[in-house]
């Protein structure tokens, strides 16, 4: 039997999904641009460079080539009213400093210029929700009586929650009967600069350090943008049976995908206020109790994209959570196997990435499902 939803994704803080693009300041001039209203705004203006060029003259393309082999080369600085039958795109500029000549922005996925969740990104983040969700304190101590320090991969929990015994990992996983569609093109990209807050080793002055801040420069899917995707599962008793996995229909049911989802996004929130108020880290206190609030069993939070790192995509939070409550050490071997050599005497993971104008944590987002 299938069931299909039409889901919306309500953009909290902002998305970044990269591409594996990047782009420098010979492909954008940074200008400004009036809406409707007549507000003005920053913008960078991504520019088709060939189409360009070649509407040069010959004085004109020679000194360009010329220009653009010389270091610091800023497009802006050949030409700052590049007209905007050359643009391929612009995108709201949200940074407090903006980019160097020697600094790349990295770019969102897109289709045709356009940006978008995938489906696939989607799909991950709730599978680990799901599988956070369905352990218990019996599946960390069999996972970690066969945790292997040199390869810390989760994959056999993984497999041991969704697909058959013996069976093959993607062909006998109930998850494949959960489809997710990409989402709906997003009206708005924005850039931002981003930093990581850190935390400080103990017994030194500071609480958190900035020391060494390396700015890294996305385009994102800002907040307060609503993106629709569908979402659909099937069940067949004789289907589910033949691959042996009838008694997995639970786990892509709608409710208790929402639950896991609630209760995933519920412990991720507590253990990220924990740490900014370990840290006194005022702004991610702030961003955080607030999301506490919005994360509802109804219309849970997700964590999306860059920016989530090893909680968010692991089940490294279940196994904390049970370190917590039974006096375990598991944590800490995976903490240890982690980082090798270079293990630290303090707070794992000890890195947030943070937007530097809003100051706000990347890729939340809230999700409401509505049948069809």
Not at 59 to 68: P, T
Not at 168 to 188: C, E, G, H, Y
Not at 276 to 300: G, M, R, V
Request: net charge positive; aromatic share 12%.
């Amino acid at each position: 039997m299938a069931n299909n939803y039409e889901c919306n994704l309500k953009v909290l803080s902002p998305v970044y999904i990269g591409s594996g693009n990047e782009y420098g300041a010979s492909e954008y001039v940074s200008t400004k641009a009036k809406n409707k209203n007549g507000e003005i705004f920053d913008i960078f203006k991504r520019i088709n460079v060939s189409k360009y060029y070649l509407s040069l003259n010959d004085d004109e393309k020679d000194k360009f080539i010329n220009d653009l082999s010389t270091p610091n080369f800023r497009l802006a600085d050949f030409d700052s009213k590049i007209p905007n039958k050359y643009r391929i795109y612009f995108t709201y500029n949200e940074c407090k400093n903006n980019p160097g000549p020697n600094q790349d922005i990295n770019e969102i996925i897109k289709s045709l210029n356009k940006a978008y969740i995938p489906g696939s990104s989607i799909k991950g983040a709730i599978k680990t929700a799901i599988l956070y969700n369905s352990l218990d304190f019996n599946d960390i101590k069999w996972f970690m009586g066969k945790f292997d320090k040199r390869n810390n991969s989760d994959s056999r929990i993984i497999k041991s929650i969704f697909s058959s015994r013996g069976g093959n990992d993607a062909q006998s996983s109930v998850m494949k009967f959960l489809r997710i569609s990409d989402s709906t093109a997003a009206k708005k990209i924005s850039v931002h600069d981003v930093f990581s807050v850190m935390a400080k080793i103990p017994f030194t002055n500071e609480k958190y350090s900035r020391d060494k801040v390396v700015i890294t420069y996305l385009e994102t899917i800002n907040e307060n943008i609503n993106l629709k995707f569908n979402l659909s599962t099937n069940f067949d008793k004789k289907i589910y049976r033949t691959l042996g996995i009838d008694d997995k229909e639970q786990l892509i049911d709608l409710d208790y995908i929402k639950e896991s989802i609630y209760k995933f996004s519920k412990e991720y929130i507590k253990h990220e206020l924990e740490f900014a108020e370990e840290y006194d880290i005022s702004y991610l206190s702030e961003f955080y109790k607030t999301q506490e609030k919005h994360n509802t069993p109804d219309k849970p939070l997700l964590k999306i994209g860059g920016g989530s790192g090893f909680l968010a995509t692991t089940i490294g939070l279940k196994i904390k959570e049970y370190d917590d409550y039974n006096g375990t050490a598991f944590f800490e071997n995976v903490r240890k196997s982690a980082h090798h050599k270079n293990s630290y005497p303090y707070c794992f993971p000890k890195s947030r990435k943070i937007t530097c104008k809003e100051k706000t944590p990347l890729g939340w987002v809230q999700l409401s499902i509505n049948e069809i």
